[in-house]
Nanobody, 125 residues
Framework: QVQLVESGGGLVQAGNSLRLSCAAS????????MGWFRQAPGKEREFVASIFWGNASTYYADSVKGRFTISRDAAKNTVYLQMNNLKPEDSAVYYC??????????????????WGKGTLVTVSS
């Protein structure tokens, strides 16, 4: 079992930045891939970015490429999502998730083993 706790959400104006954190605890050694997802009202949950704990390889959805950066601090068991140049369409609840497998590419939310409760990001125009 792995516990994930997100933090860092809030209300920002378009063009500004936020950094989300995901603190992981428990059997994290069984979760080689971490991901961020988001879900806006009335929409399906969508993949945002992923990272490997081991070599820190990353992958991004096209919608955030060049604006968002995922990183991890293995010593702190924490994954981050730096979000720059935010747009109103980035408004959503952002979730951290963990997978039991290595996957380079977009993650399928149905295949993730553990989820945090989410943190709300609201971008005003």
């Amino acid at each position: 079992q792995v516990q994930l706790v997100e933090s860092g959400g809030g209300l920002v104006q378009a063009g500004n930045s936020l950094r989300l954190s995901c603190a992981a605890s428990g059997r994290t050694f069984n979760r080689p891939t971490m991901g961020w997802f988001r879900q806006a009202p009335g929409k399906e949950r969508e993949f945002v970015a992923s990272i490997f704990w081991g070599n820190a390889s990353t992958y991004y959805a096209d919608s955030v490429k060049g604006r968002f950066t995922i990183s991890r601090d293995a010593a702190k068991n924490t994954v981050y999502l730096q979000m720059n140049n935010l747009k109103p369409e980035d408004s959503a609840v952002y979730y951290c998730a963990a997978a039991t497998y290595l996957n380079y590419g977009p993650l399928d939310s149905r295949a993730m083993r553990d989820w945090g409760k989410g943190t709300l990001v609201t971008v005003s125009s």
